[in-house]
């Protein structure tokens, strides 16, 4: 199942909006194929590690097919992978988790069991679901996981007083950045940020088949339409007024740019609604957010981020922008507590990846 799970972090950059999932079958205790599941539309990882056990002069009648996620039973873009699993002969299955989607949930060990198939769930559960959060958290609660990658100073400057903050760390950081950014449905940012930096918010110096979405926070429309993040691929923009000059001039520059005014009751975007919106109309699994400090400060106090991305600069800079504008508290009690759930060494800074509490 380890050799599986590697499978499926090969699916990491292009099988979104689908799952990352890798499968390996093993005969007479032999590895004779394995697969992860390919961009949507092709292949599944169960007849990917099929395909590639017959193209290496493998049978596979009565072997065992380690999967990490729970093998899809309805038509969707491809046929049925439990189908696949029963006409190739394979007789005991593993998988590390069920399938949160509703289409499947249950039904495909189901279907395999009802065929005399042996299955076995719950092996290295954990791990399958750490390369999906996204598709987990979207399937159940209809909302997309958010990383907020922030890149700071030890004393957790984000940007100089006079709002510079290119660049902190280092380029190795970025760039896995980047890599963060590749395995996004969406990359979010604010106004603010398009205003400083003019940033263009896609996935460089890695080889990638596809670019996320990305999405702005402009409460009141505000972006000049020769913005960079503007300039290539797909884009939409979340406003909290309806202000027609402004929508006409960013259609007539980039017509296929979609503008939702999305307001909240103290007439800012109402965030959580935006985030629906991604999940519903884009099948958005993970938003990845490089905003600055008053666009993570909101995001975070409407308890709107799963996980926390943080690059730190071994550097002081003193005075400046911090990571976010939260609330003043009374009592520590009143803390937001986060989990440490990685810790590593990229180039001379460091990585840490939290979850809440």
């Known amino acids: 199942m380890n050799q599986a799970l590697l499978e499926a972090k090969k699916a990491l950059w292009i099988t979104d909006p689908n799952p990352r999932v890798g499968c390996v079958l093993v005969k007479e205790h032999q590895i004779i194929g394995a697969g992860f599941t390919q961009q949507v ?3 599944h990882a169960e007849v990917m590690a099929i395909r590639n056990a017959r193209e290496r002069g493998f049978d596979t009648l009565g072997a065992t097919a380690y999967v990490t996620l729970e093998p899809c039973c309805h038509f969707g873009k491809t046929p049925p992978c439990v189908d696949a699993i029963i006409v ?3 007789k005991k299955v593993f998988i590390c988790s069920t399938d949160p989607n509703p289409f499947v949930l249950g039904k495909g060990i189901e279907r395999l069991k009802e065929h005399q198939i042996e299955v076995h769930t719950g092996l290295l559960a954990e791990q399958s679901m750490a390369l999906n959060p996204g598709f987990m958290k979207r399937m159940q609660t209809g909302m997309p996981w958010v990383r907020l990658k922030i890149a700071s100073s030890l004393d957790g400057i984000t940007a100089l007083p006079n709002g510079k903050s290119q660049w902190i760390t280092s380029a190795q950081a970025r760039l896995d950045g980047h890599r963060f950014r590749a395995q996004a449905s969406v990359i979010l940012t604010g106004f603010g ?3 400083a930096d003019d940033p263009e918010l896609t996935v460089r110096g890695l080889n990638v088949t596809r670019q996320p979405l990305k999405a702005i926070i402009d409460s009141k429309l505000e972006i000049s339409p020769s913005a960079k993040v503007l300039s290539s691929g797909d884009a939409v ?3 909290s007024i309806n202000d027609t000059d402004k929508m006409n001039a960013l259609f007539l520059a980039h017509p296929h740019l979609k503008i939702i005014p999305i307001p909240n009751e103290a007439g800012k975007v ?7 919106y991604l999940a519903d109309q884009f099948h958005a699994n993970e938003v990845h957010v490089e ?3 008053k666009l993570n400060g909101s995001l975070l106090r409407e308890e709107c981020v799963d996980e926390i991305l943080l690059y730190q600069a071994p550097v002081l800079l003193g005075k400046g ?7 003043a508290i009374d009592h520590l009690t009143d803390a937001s507590r986060w989990r440490v759930i990685e810790r590593s060494n990229v180039g001379i800074d460091q990585r840490i990846r939290l979850v809440r509490e």
């Open 237 to 239: 923009i979340f406003c």
């Open 193 to 195: 940020t398009v205003l």
């Open 88 to 90: 190739a002969g394979i």
């Open 270 to 276: 109402d965030l959580a609604a935006a985030l629906k």
């Open 291 to 293: 905003a600055g400090f």
């Open 321 to 327: 922008l911090g990571l976010a504008n939260l609330s």
């Open 41 to 43: 539309g092709s292949h």
